[in-house]
């Protein structure tokens, strides 16, 4: 940045802070308010940091800031605002910007304070600067706790993050341009921290119990000290070369010359450099140009070899989000004498500090006192010094905090977590990539560690570690975690050290566990098994299991053993209920919904011949749910319960699959209306180790290995060999070896098996030449395994190729889809096409229900798609529920719709007629509610005219049905419950949703009459009736849940007119995800619930009922036919003749159309109507009138008041 730009503002400021004389810095009066000046600045500065920018460029830090700190340390306060300015001005470039700006201008910003920050790093890196911080520090840490004042304790701070932003700012290598054993600027740093003592400091902040409110400042300096340093390395310092590092060396060598010799002799065979006008022109047979001919080779044969059809062409640009990740950590070896430093420092650290702070920093972790991804820093500690300790003199003791069972657990949490945020946060997924990177190499420091306490010679040691082995092995999180992290790899993301990490951990663990299985014989460990559950599904049709008789002759044959039993059971007092529970407590389902299971149940017990039980169950059933008098009433006599059971015995009681079906549906049909739960099973099983090793034999681990295996030449000799002993596990433990036969793959044995090195790769050359004999012995058996090569396979492929194909077949007929014959795709083909053309109805359910053979929804689908009929599966799904946004033209069209139709009687109706996208009726009133075109909900409601009752009624009964619908229409639904129906308003035809909300209750009821819903008419009816008597006894009202316990009355609840008939009577629908039965509302009074019962009452109905109830004898009747019609009769008659009595039809003598008209005063009504006065004065005139008049019903002017409706 150009000084010249520099703000005049800021430059005057900076000119204030004095000026440097020779290396005599003379500081200004207005020194100290400078400095709060720039440090206010800063606080204010824009998004482009431009004040920190400013700075920078003019050097403020290096010219000024630092002499004053150095030359002027006794002046506190200057000291103290010093101290405050660098450490803004030295925050890491990430935590200015919050991530690496994308913005071309924003990153140039970006690169620019990176560069000051590199430049201030250079100008620490000097023995004065960290002396005088050391200095004050050591006299800030002398002083006691009852001393120290808060601003002591804040400069400590200070000087901790300061020294930290100093550390964490990264090494510009392509300006620096040092080798290794060169001191860079970080080993200056370190080198300046070392001789002002800074690092004894470190370490007494570190093991000090009074000093552990700095240990996560603390750990962090240590961490950024050795970011870059290798611990192995490290620990062998001052040693001497080892002889594994000297052979290591030397088969490097080795290697390169091998190269060479190679690359010599391929020149010398090589023809003269002299080019020759007469070299020729060669056919290459077999080899295709781009047209139909053989390729026609230009040059000398010694360059055949290197023929390739790419050769010319430009090389594909890959997109920069498919480009593999870099790699951001990097090693290299400092200087001799700041390694001596950094190895005596990492001794000292493990013997006095490392458990004290590392049990710290865990504890503040835990308790959430530590900042956000501060866990990174224990990992990598955790990592780097345990290798530390392990490659010096391995002494258990001094990593024992890190060392246990919590430790995994806390890693493995930390890595999971980590694994699910890089699938999830995809934009930040390279930063969880890095932290995950951390938490495997910490997990694979935490093994390695155990595995050397195994070879210890202290027998309390390898206890110790056989233990911990013990836990880790028989939870199952530890045992898949390499197996998610394998399937879920992304190059992308991820870099080639994480693979290489990863593939070295997977390695050392199976070589654990497979030690462990061998030393123990078997091993229990620890298994979960998810469940898949779906929702309780009755079907169609009762199931019979094999033993179950199905004729009413055997039924009958058994009741009568059945009987003896009962009678006698019923006599006997001491038939005991305590042992019988008819619910199950464990089950996930409420007890309150296990009402119909406990009647399976009896009926069980019955079909079994175990009479003592099934009279046992019934009682204690009644005692469980005596609602409703489902078992029985209370005072019911023993007859009457043997009669009851007999009916239960012979009721087709709807039951749920069997667990064979259940899982054969779960595997042919998935249906989305079918909510799957998961829940988890946790039980014990032998482990066995090659089970285990079958989950990696999958297509992505392979390639994961495979990807790492290209780059065997940087490869160590150690990765290499983890690579080729997990593919030698899979083709030779495992009898895979066509898992193997992958075309990348055989190109990269050849690269391996032509390499002038190859030696060096002995194992890979051995390995390479087995998979191809196996893979050229299969080709000759199968010609087929040549196309294979294209393609990554899995083990049923695998399986096939060594079998051969259609070997899977006639092991797993079960999967296979079934067979259709000639006769059943007439039907379907039949019933298809005389179906599919029927509007409102599913052509699929029609087809099912038809269907000879019972099919899936699935299959039958898939077998009009097969055979032409349909075009896709897509044609066939079911309406969903969904939203739909109102569009600006919409919208207009809606107002302008209002405005036409605002003065007719029906607003809303002709809207719903005219408007072109449909909706639903309250859709409608919430947006013109919500544009502010009308202002309360009853601008909307349809007006009522005067009208007359017509006289030739009797009684009034047009008056009332008026009335009724007036008020159903008027008031329809409350809030909640219209907020319901609107999804499925909206999935229904508009014609039908305006057909069906005029009709009245009677009309409805006639309807459902006429299409086979009397009974569950009549259980309705009975059951407002019950409600009503328990409200009058009880004197208090709940929500009555209604729960049909029969399969007629659970289908006329699924009946969507039998739904618009219980909306109109005030039944409200089950909440959504808490109710799952339709409730009469807690607000309705006994004597409304009646009349709301009456007004279910059909005089077709009734005179059907007293038809019912004479006697008909056909010709041929047997005597049980005769006995069953009899009960019916009789309990047809008692039904009728308590309707009539509770419901009030039944008038005493006197109270004729009296009786009836003061019934008809009183309607069921959703709200409150409230007459005005207008009205009184109406009523009044009227009743002074002659009685013989025909009762007329005016225009009312009418107040409403919405009842807030009852939430369970």
Known sequence: MDLYMMNCELLATCSALGYLEGDTYHKEPDCLESVKDLIRYLRHEDDTRDVRRQLGAAQILQSDL??????????????????????????????????????????????????????????????????????????????????????DNLLI??????????????????????????????????????????????????????????????????????????????????????????????????????????????????????????????????????GERDLIFHKGLHNLRNYSSDLGKQPRRVPKRRQAARELSIQRRSALNVRLFLRDFCSEFLENCYNRLMGSVKDHLLREKAQQHDETYYMWSLAFFMAFNRAASFRPGLVSETLSVRTFHFIEQNLTNYYEMMLTDRKEAASWARRMHLALKAYQELLATVNEMDMSPDEAVRESSRIIKNNIFYVMEYRELFLALFRKFDERCQPRSFLRDLVETTHLFLKMLERFCRSRGNLVVQNKRKKRKKKKKVLDQPLASGDVPSSAGELEAMWLSLAEQLQCCAQDPELSLDSVVPFDAASEVPVEEQRAEAMVRIQDCLLAGQAPQALALLRSAREVWPEGNVFGSQDISAEEEIELLKQILGAPLPRQQGPEEQGAEEEEEEEEEEEELQAVQVSEKEFNFLDYLKRFASSAVVRAYVLLLRSYRQNSAHTNHCLVKMLHRLAHDLKMEALLFQLSLFCLFNRVLSDPAAGAYQELVTFAKYILGKFFALAAVNQKAFVELLFWKNTAVVREMAEGYGSLDGGSSSRRPPIWSPEEEAQLQELYLAHRDVEGQDVVDVILAQLKTPRTRKQVIHHLVRLGLADSVKDFQRKGTHIVLWTEDQELELQRLFEEFQDSDDVLGHIMKNITARRSRARIVDKLLALGVVAERRELYKKRRKKLAPSNLPNGEESRKDVCQEDL????????????????????????????????????????????????????????????????????????????LTEENEEAMENEQFQQLLRKLGVRPPASGQETFWRIPAKLSPTQLRKIAASLSQPEE???????????????????????????????????????????????????????????????????????????????????????????????????????????
Not at 111 to 127: D, G, M, N, R
Not at 175 to 197: F, M, T, Y
Not at 1004 to 1019: K, M, N, R
Not at 1129 to 1135: E, G, P
């Open 66 to 151: 630092l002499p004053m700190l150095t030359q002027h340390c006794q002046d506190k306060p200057l000291f103290d605002a010093v101290i405050r300015l660098m450490v803004n001005l030295t925050q890491p470039a990430l935590l200015c910007f919050g991530s690496v700006p994308k913005e071309p201008s924003f990153r140039r910003h970006f690169l620019q304070v990176l560069a000051y920050l590199q430049a201030y790093k250079e100008a620490f890196a000097s023995e004065k600067a960290f002396g005088v911080l050391s200095e004050t520090l050591y006299k800030l840490l002398q002083l006691g706790w009852e001393e120290r004042q808060e601003e």
């Open 157 to 290: 701070e200070r000087i901790l993050l300061l020294v930290r932003n100093i550390l964490h700012v990264p090494t510009d290598l392509d300006q620096e341009k040092r080798i290794d054993d060169d001191a860079s600027v970080h080993d200056q740093l370190l080198w300046a921290i070392h001789l002002s003592g800074l690092d004894d400091l470190l370490l007494f902040l570190a093991s000090s119990p009074a000093e552990q409110q700095w240990s996560l400042h603390v750990l962090e300096i240590i961490s950024l000290m050795f970011r870059d340093q290798n611990p192995e390395q490290l620990a062998g310092v001052g040693q001497g070369r080892l002889a594994q590092e000297r052979s290591t060396d030397v088969a490097e060598l080795e290697v390169l010359r091998q190269r060479e010799m190679a690359e010599k002799k391929t020149r010398a065979l090589q023809r003269g450099n002299r080019h020759s006008r007469f070299g020729g022109s060669y056919i290459v047979q077999g080899l295709k140009s781009i």
């Open 969 to 1044: 229409e008027e008031g329809n639904l409350p809030e909640e419950e219209s907020d319901e129906g609107e999804e499925k308003e909206e999935d229904s035809e508009a014609g039908q949703a305006q057909g069906s909300s005029v009709l009245s209750t009677e009309a409805l009821g006639q309807s459902l009459s006429q299409e086979g819903f009397s009974a569950p008419l009549l259980w309705l009816q009975n059951c407002l009736i019950r409600a009503a008597d328990d409200r009058e006894e009880d004197g208090c009202s709940q929500a009555v849940p209604l729960v049909p």
């Open 1102 to 1208: 009734e005179g059907k009922l007293q038809s019912r109830l004479e006697p008909t004898i056909p010709e041929e009747q047997g005597p049980e036919e005769e006995h069953q019609k009899e009960y019916r009769a009789q309990a047809l008659r008692a039904l009728l003749l308590a309707r009539r009595k509770k419901a009030g039809l039944e008038s005493p003598e006197g109270e004729g159309p009296a009786g009836e008209k003061e019934q008809l005063k009183m309607a069921p009504r959703k709200r409150q109507l409230l007459d005005s006065d207008e009205e009184q004065e109406e009523d009044e005139g009227r009743s002074k009138g002659p009685e013989s008049r025909a009762p007329e019903i005016p225009k009312k002017k009418r107040f409403q008041i919405e009842d807030e409706d009852e939430s369970d």
